[in-house]
């Protein structure tokens, strides 16, 4: 799916280059003026100008990508770390006992001590604290063991589809990777807009959870209890 979305972007890009270079003159668009060398005359911009451009963009934005990995790294590195520490020290499993009574709430389809719970519980509460690639991996095995569950390997239960919303919108108490970011970025205060990321991200949840329990109630969108049904049938 993303390789087609990105061939698309590619197509789009391509066909409306040229398309704007001749229909921007017919409705009576100004053309666009540069001056090429210093000293030179003014003169239009044409499909070679703009052709480099683009080239030169793409250029910068590796540059920039590259370096803002190089600054990150550092930091990154650090809260892995003690990440690493804290969960080795028990304060994640701590944490995860504390979400426990909220997570049979949500995911009351996923069984007491089951593997599934624990990877939601890691990935939750990395994503809490603000670290999206420490909690990559954990939400990879959450879905994993989600669809060991799945009676309809097709199809996504209710526990997923909850998981995914609170996984994309989750609540985020301090937001590591945002102030590795401005940190970067060269800013003063990079803290500065905790209060309202976690505001943000709390609304966003609880829109997520509603939307979820909501839209799981609809017909169109309610599983199937004999399609699962015949899909169990069918693994024994």
Same mark, same amino acid.
Not at 44 to 55: A, N, P, Q
Not at 164 to 175: E, G, K, Q, R
């Given at each position: 799916?993303?390789?087609?979305?990105?061939?698309?972007?590619?197509? =789009?890009?391509? /066909?409306?280059?040229?398309? #704007?270079?001749?229909? &921007?003159? +017919?409705?009576?668009?100004? %053309? $666009?003026?540069?001056?090429?060398?210093?000293?030179?005359?003014?003169?239009?911009?044409?499909?070679?100008?703009?052709?480099?451009?683009?080239?030169?963009?793409?250029?910068?934005?590796?540059?920039?990508?590259?370096?803002?990995?190089?600054?990150?790294?550092?930091?990154?590195?650090?809260?892995?770390?003690?990440?690493?520490?804290?969960?080795?020290?028990?304060? =994640?499993?701590? /944490?995860?006992?504390?979400? #426990?009574?909220?997570? &049979?709430? +949500?995911?009351?389809?996923? %069984? $007491?001590?089951?593997?599934?719970?624990?990877?939601?519980?890691?990935?939750?509460?990395?994503?809490?604290?603000?670290?999206?690639?420490?909690?990559?991996?954990?939400?990879?095995?959450?879905?994993?063991?989600?669809?060991?569950?799945?009676?309809?390997?097709?199809?996504?239960?209710?526990?997923?589809?909850?998981?995914?919303?609170?996984?994309?919108?989750?609540?985020?108490?301090?937001?590591?990777?945002?102030?590795?970011?401005?940190?970067?970025?060269?800013?003063?205060?990079?803290?500065?807009?905790?209060?309202?990321?976690?505001?943000?991200?709390?609304?966003?949840?609880?829109?997520?959870?509603?939307?979820?329990?909501?839209?799981?109630?609809?017909?169109?969108?309610?599983?199937?209890?004999?399609?699962?049904?015949?899909?169990?049938?069918?693994?024994?």
């Amino acid at each position: 799916m993303l390789n087609r979305i990105w061939f698309w972007l590619i197509v =789009i890009g391509v /066909l409306y280059a040229p398309v #704007r270079s001749v229909v &921007r003159p +017919l409705v009576g668009f100004q %053309p $666009e003026l540069i001056v090429a060398e210093e000293g030179a005359e003014p003169r239009e911009v044409t499909l070679s100008d703009l052709g480099k451009r683009v080239t030169e963009s793409a250029i910068d934005g590796a540059n920039v990508a590259v370096d803002l990995l190089l600054s990150l790294i550092g930091i990154m590195v650090l809260w892995l770390g003690l990440m690493q520490v804290a969960k080795d020290a028990g304060l =994640i499993d701590a /944490l995860a006992w504390l979400l #426990r009574p909220l997570m &049979r709430w +949500l995911f009351p389809e996923v %069984p $007491e001590g089951h593997p599934a719970q624990g990877a939601m519980l890691m990935n939750i509460s990395a994503n809490v604290l603000g670290l999206d690639n420490a909690a990559t991996p954990f939400g990879l095995a959450a879905m994993k063991e989600l669809q060991e569950l799945n009676p309809d390997k097709e199809t996504a239960t209710n526990a997923m589809a909850t998981f995914l919303a609170i996984n994309t919108s989750s609540v985020t108490l301090v937001p590591i990777s945002v102030i590795g970011y401005r940190i970067a970025a060269g800013s003063d205060n990079p803290a500065g807009p905790l209060a309202y990321i976690m505001l943000a991200t709390l609304v966003s949840t609880l829109v997520a959870i509603i939307a979820v329990r909501t839209l799981a109630k609809l017909p169109a969108f309610a599983i199937n209890p004999a399609a699962s049904g015949a899909a169990e049938e069918e693994e024994l």
